[in-house]
């Protein structure tokens, strides 16, 4: 059986002992720009990152055998809260407040770097295990010196270009972590809420707006309510209380069954209605609130057709409140609680309110319905608490100064699967601007700083000479002289988005303004890594900086869930490597299609496994019997060999350079399996002329195997053509562009196969064994007489004419058949004592050419034939037979109801 641990660890000694690696880096000459995309450092890998850099370290391999001199640097991203949250697990914080206070800035962000450094050789060490060939001692690391260095010069560029800009906006929060996020970066849940209306009075008496939420705790911060002004509106009527609600609303909702229509009139026509606010008697914030009107945020397809609206909490509250000049503060502060808005609410965190808000109202009178709703609900990505929208001060990228723009870059190049393409067009279509700055701590500091007198602002993109470590709190004590007031500037304490950190890794990671040839991550990058290098890339370039990306699927469990510890189908990268090694692994992950998820399961892996044994069994036959490296009179199916080679090579070469790698994988495995193992390993054992041909074939099989399993192509490299050929490693082979072939041989061959497996498939249905000859085969097609001896050899027929028969025992392809059966009983005997003879010699463990002496008796069937083919059993098996009558201490064989009796004289 094919033992990984000795393949693998073989030719890891091997490639290590030799410097293979190094040797290899430098041969290529034409430059392949690939930049890998950082995993986040926050514990030992996933199977599914393994996956990942399996897919980059087969392309990375195919392009150095292509001649190519590849940038192979691994990346890894170090920074952000992913890290913050489990080092204050590591510390017992409890809240962002005790980092500075019980802690300190120096020795938290020590501890971040100590985590960062821990897990990045850690992860390093259990990729290397996958074969895994990049620059692992020069990886780029988004926390060194010079990679902040050079994203600092993409700031620079941004405030240059006039598209860094500071200001209050509304932003996702996570009041556990005590951050914005980005939109990209949000995580959505099916989470359960109140679904609640509620009536809010105007200064009519019995009359109401109704209006549909599920935030209650947003109701503190209301300020206006919102109707769409080309909407049909109606006042209904019951019990004496007058509804305002939309037209369309009031005819989809059952709610209103009991209410009748009073009038109906446009939207527009209640911009200015003044309403009174819920319970603001309990509030301090006094404010005259009125309806405003908006045509693009106001929808008929749920709800009332009236939004509350709070332009602190909402983003598209917080538009409309800009045109109608509404406040646009905070009613929570950092932690999520409210501020001092009222002794009720005061200091309560804000979405624990809800139940109480809901009493508040059902108190009042003005809970006109209450309902739970469960709804896709954003949860921070890095610690999964619920998020609330909050206006805070912070800095953006106005990417929709550029949008447009981005939107034609990423329709100018590949994308693989094209319709990733389309997904990411969708998405910047409504992309907001970028917010780039974070309340924290462990990231790259922003390169902003403020004058404390004139609030005249400084973007650096060097780091102040003397400064080994620009991180908090060293580049907070950096302070510079305002050049407009005299005054000090002060850096202003926010560190960038980590997803900024990644965006930067063309120019960041290679310290020269390229583009990238290719890049490919999991689909969740089209709102992730795809987009912060769109982003940045047009801030530096004013371009995409990728000419081609591949988006690839999630590893997934059998059943397509999640892998997770938690819910017990997570499978650990050790136990895979230890029960069928890396190789198995690659040729598994890298034969599913790229953009479906990969659906974890034991048995494709162990047949990956049982095929790299068919290949190694396939070396170890060629070991043992070929003699000559030359080609020697090749047959009809020898030239089929080498065309159908060159049509996989076609094949292969094709998928690798469209990024389509998986192609390539099933196609090579098909050609192994099929051609070499299942039909040509047949022919070969029958005619060993052909030794010479699969010797080659199998040559350029390997090399183009190497990519994919490269420890199982060295290893037989080495041990079978290493002594005929001058390249040290199979790796220092090219996969050359392919032979022109013969399309009408290859489309001939399959015609007979096709046909051998129908008449080897009637051999079935007949009950003849295959070992039985035939006498005879007639065809009617005379355009396969030049595959007769093949197809005579593999169905065992003693004659193969072509006429067209008088009658047919099946047909395929147009092609009538007509089989003679015959009467061939000795030579099946034959046959079978041969093969009974050759096992026991194999028994006795002799040598190929070594004779030996054997003793036999038996059935009177089995005695007759040895009697009648004595000299040529002689010959083919290498034994002289005596007879000896009632042999009976002898090794004994079956053959259908008759014995065969051996021993070694």
């Keep these: ?61 195919f392009y150095r055998m292509r001649g190519y001199d590849v940038n192979d640097t691994p990346g890894f991203d170090t920074h952000g809260l992913p890290i ?29 770097k100590d985590f960062a450094e821990q897990y990045r050789n850690i992860m390093t ?55 914005t996020l980005a939109n990209y970066e949000l995580e959505y849940k099916d989470l359960e809420d109140p679904s609640i209306y509620v009536m809010f009075p105007t200064f009519e008496d019995g009359k109401y707006l109704l209006i549909w939420t599920t935030t209650p705790w947003t109701l503190v911060a209301n300020l206006a309510v919102m109707v769409n002004p080309n909407e049909i509106y109606l006042e209904i009527e019951r019990d004496g209380k007058i509804l305002i609600v939309a037209k369309k609303r009031f005819e989809n909702n059952s709610i209103f069954r009991d209410w009748h229509v009073r009038r109906e009139f446009l939207g527009k026509e209640l911009e200015g209605l003044k309403y009174k606010h819920p319970f603001d008697d309990l509030l301090k914030f006094k404010f005259d609130r009125k309806v405003v009107l908006s045509e693009e945020f106001v929808s008929m397809e749920d709800g009332t057709g009236l939004v509350h609206s709070a332009p602190g909490h909402g983003e598209e509250d917080f538009k409309v409140g800009q045109r109608y000049g509404l406040p646009t503060f905070s009613f929570v502060d950092d932690e999520g609680k409210y501020i001092d808005v009222g002794d009720r609410f005061k200091g309560r965190l804000c979405r624990d309110m809800n139940n109480e808000i809901i009493e508040i109202l059902k108190e009042r009178g003005l809970l006109f319905r209450r309902e739970t709703i469960k709804h896709s609900y954003p949860t921070c990505w890095r610690c999964k608490s619920p998020l609330i929208y909050r206006s805070t001060h912070q800095w953006f990228i106005t990417i929709t100064n550029f949008r447009d723009r981005m939107i034609e870059e990423a329709k100018r190049i590949k994308w693989v699967p094209n319709f990733a393409m389309k997904r990411f067009v969708n998405f910047l279509q409504n992309s907001p601007d970028w917010c780039i700055s974070r309340q924290r701590y ?105 000419r081609a990306v591949a988006m690839h699927g999630f590893f997934v469990d059998e059943k397509g869930e999640k892998m997770s510890k938690s819910v017990g189908n997570y499978v650990p990268v050790e136990e895979i490597l230890e029960r069928v090694g890396a190789d198995a692994f690659r040729l598994f992950g890298l034969s599913n299609n790229i953009w479906e998820d990969l659906k974890f399961n034991w048995r494709d892996l162990e047949l990956a496994k049982r095929e790299l044994f068919v290949i190694l069994n396939i070396a170890k036959y060629l070991e043992d019997n070929h003699r000559s490296v030359n080609y020697v009179d090749m047959k009809i199916w020898d030239k089929w060999l080498v065309a159908r080679l060159n049509e996989l090579k076609k094949v292969y070469i094709d998928s690798f350079q469209s990024y389509e790698y998986y192609i390539a994988v099933r196609a090579l495995r098909e050609f192994i399996i099929e051609d070499l193992s299942r039909f040509y390993m047949k022919i070969v054992k029958t005619n060993p002329s052909s030794l010479g ?97 093949i197809i005579a ?76 083919f004595k000299s040529e059993l002689a010959e083919k098996t290498r034994a002289e037979l005596v007879r000896n009558v009632g042999l009976s201490d002898g090794i004994r064989y079956s053959i259908k109801d008759m014995e065969l009796i051996l021993k070694k004289a």
């Design 84 to 112: 913050e949250v489990k080092v204050e697990k590591k510390l017992g914080i409890e809240n962002k407040g005790e980092i500075e206070s019980r802690i300190g800035i120096e020795k938290f962000i020590k501890e971040c």
């Design 442 to 546: 462990w990231g790259i500091p922003l390169p902003i700083w403020k004058c404390d007198r004139c609030e005249n602002v400084t973007v650096i993109d060097k780091i102040p000479d003397g400064l080994e470590d620009p991180h908090r709190p060293y580049i907070d004590q950096i302070v510079f002289k305002c050049d407009k007031c005299g005054g000090e500037m002060h850096r202003v304490p926010d560190v960038l988005d980590v997803w900024f950190d990644s965006g930067n890794a063309v120019w960041a990671s290679t310290g020269k303004d390229v583009v990238a040839d290719f890049i490919v991550e999991g689909q969740d990058q089209i709102r992730g890594w795809f987009y912060s290098l769109l982003g940045s890339g047009m801030i530096y370039y004013n371009k995409i900086p990728y």
């Design 125 to 179: 060490q259990q990729l290397k295990r996958f074969h895994i060939w990049m620059d692992w001692d020069r990886p780029y690391i988004t926390f060194k010196k010079e990679y902040i260095e050079r994203s600092w010069k993409t700031i620079k560029r941004a405030w240059d270009k006039g598209l860094l800009k500071e200001g209050d906006y509304v932003v996702p929060y996570c009041y556990r972590c005590q951050t």
């Design 1 to 61: 059986m094919y033992d990984h641990k000795e393949v693998e660890e073989w030719s890891e000694r091997f490639w290590q002992e030799n410097n293979i690696y190094s040797k290899i880096k430098a041969r290529g000459t034409r430059r392949f720009e690939f930049i890998d995309g950082p995993p986040f450092v926050t514990g030992e890998i996933h199977p599914g990152t393994a996956w990942n850099k399996c897919i980059k370290d087969s392309i990375l391999r």
């Design 693 to 789: 041909t699969l010797y080659h074939v199998f040559l350029e099989v390997l090399t183009m195997l190497a990519p994919i399993t490269p420890a199982t192509a060295e290893y037989i490299y080495q041990k079978l053509y290493r002594k005929h050929h001058l390249e040290e490693s199979i790796f220092m082979r090219n996969i050359d562009d392919p032979a022109d072939y013969d399309s009408d041989l290859l489309r001939n061959m399959q015609r007979v196969r096709g046909l051998i497996s129908e008449i080897l498939e009637w051999r079935q249905r007949e009950k003849i064994n295959l070992r039985m000859p035939i006498q005879e085969v007639i065809i009617s097609d005379v355009s396969i007489y030049p595959f007769k001896e």
């Design 793 to 868: 050899d593999m169905i065992n027929a003693k004659e193969i004419s072509f006429n067209k028969p008088e009658s047919s025992d099946l047909s395929y392809d147009g092609i009538e058949v007509r089989i003679i059966v015959g009467n061939l009983v000795d030579e099946w005997l034959y046959n079978e004592i041969s093969r009974r003879i050759q096992f026991y010699r194999k028994q006795l463990g002799l040598k190929k050419d070594e004779t030996i002496q054997l003793l036999y008796d038996g059935s009177d069937a089995i005695v007759e034939v040895i009697d009648k």
